[in-house]
């Protein structure tokens, strides 16, 4: 009796005519991360996923990978059966006798309109065959309940092989990583930005990342071993990264040297956004992402976020503008990057930090503070320093060099 794992995704089945062009990225996506496992081969019958493991092949270290394919909506742990309804009681009870319960549903989808039984029979008589085995296994006590049972049986009635699965587990949701297109994002070593980019993951996005790190790097002080380490966290999500570190020190004492005190925190931003952008454009990105969360600090305000936009040609996409801190660092910890956001670390942010910084920027004034500066020899500066990082998800490990592997590189839909 083969094993398989049965995938639904619920966005993706809302596409009409570019359909396949996203379930083709999800089961690309889903190879990448099943690199290395006893993984027979990937099937897609009607609607639905499925991944076929070799025999006695061991299951949990498949679903600990789905859960970071972003596109699946749900899965559960399935089993091939026959047509019959005896054979589909045995595989069913045969699952389900593994653990006591006191309610009971059966779902049936027939997908293969051949099949004898609509499902609305199959569920009826499937569920009268269940619930007489539950009752004398577990006690009368046993009910039938279709709102919310303890227990759920599935049958998946295909032109291929038909499929019982017992439950359901929560997939990430979302896109397939690589059919949004690229974003660089500008990941500093704090809770927002990973979250951030996690965030543009699950919408399809290819996310690239740009570090700005005081310089040197001071061995336990400096921020780029906490950026590398968070860039390797979030490879999983999205199999391959790309992550820029930029030495900012020399631009920062020339703005502190340039401009008045109040403005520097917004001329650091400015500063990083064109860069950010540069080296965005050099690698067909179509967007900045940033871990801004309005009102949290004073670089935050509309009226900063406004004069800081102004720079950027690229659009700026800020997917924690309404997010409070708590919800930020909850969704940290979900994602794995938490603990690495948690060490402390010498940003090159707070460094000639201003006693007094601007709250409510006008852009008239940001201009005119930001005159006396050498904007496009600053950028080139940050531009020629930046050194590229790169890291890649293969066999369920973390690596660093150049990563050949198709499911990195982005798509666009037809």
């Known amino acids: 009796m083969r094993q398989a794992l049965l995938i639904h995704y619920h966005e993706i089945a809302l596409k009409a005519g570019n359909r396949s062009f996203f379930t083709g990225r999800l089961k690309r996506n889903l190879a990448a991360a099943l690199e290395g496992l006893a993984v027979e081969r990937i099937g897609h019958p009607e609607g639905r996923i499925v991944v076929w493991l070799k025999p006695d092949a061991p299951v949990e270290p498949a679903i600990e990978r789905i859960r970071r394919v972003f596109g699946v909506a749900n ?102 990583v690589g059919t949004a297109g690229r974003v660089m994002c500008l990941l500093s070593g704090g809770f927002d930005s990973a979250v951030a980019a996690w965030l543009m993951m699950k919408r399809g996005a290819k996310v690239l990342f740009t570090h700005f790190h005081a310089t040197p790097e001071r061995a336990g002080r400096s921020s780029a071993p906490v950026a590398r380490e968070l860039a390797r966290r979030l490879t999983p999500w999205q199999f391959g990264s790309h992550l820029w570190l930029v030495p900012f020190e020399e631009i920062q004492r020339h703005i502190v040297a340039k401009a008045p005190s109040q403005f520097r925190i917004i001329l650091y931003r400015r500063m990083m956004l064109r860069i950010a952008e540069r080296l965005g454009r050099r690698n067909r990105c179509l967007g900045l992402v940033t871990g801004d969360s309005l009102a949290q600090v004073a670089s935050q305000t509309l009226h900063n976020l406004q004069s800081v936009n102004e720079v950027a040609r690229l659009p700026v996409y800020r997917p924690l503008i309404g997010f409070d801190k708590e919800e930020i660092m909850q ?31 006008q852009l008239d004034s940001v201009a005119a503070a930001e005159s006396a500066l050498d904007i496009e020899a600053l950028v080139k500066v940050g531009v020629d320093g930046a050194k590229l990082e790169r890291f890649h998800y293969k066999t369920g490990e973390v690596v660093a060099g150049p990563a050949t592997d198709e499911a990195e590189e982005p798509e666009t839909a037809p």
Request: some cysteine.
């Open 75 to 176: 899965f559960s742990v399935a089993r091939e059966t026959g047509r019959e309804l005896d054979d589909m009681v045995e595989v069913a009870w045969g699952m389900l006798r593994e653990r006591p319960f006191g309610s009971l549903a059966v779902r049936a989808k027939r997908a293969d309109k051949t099949f004898p039984m609509n499902s609305m029979e199959l569920e009826r008589r499937l569920g009268g065959a269940l619930m007489a085995r539950a009752r004398a296994a577990f006690g009368p006590q046993v009910r039938v309940d279709l709102d919310a049972p303890e227990r759920t049986c599935f049958v998946e009635i295909t032109s291929g092989p038909s499929l019982i699965a017992v439950d359901k587990q929560p997939g990430p949701g979302g896109m397939p």
């Open 331 to 361: 969704l940290a910890r979900r994602i794995g990057t938490y603990d690495v956001s948690s060490q402390k670390f010498e940003d090159c942010c707070p460094l000639f930090m201003p006693k007094s910084p601007i709250i409510h920027s």
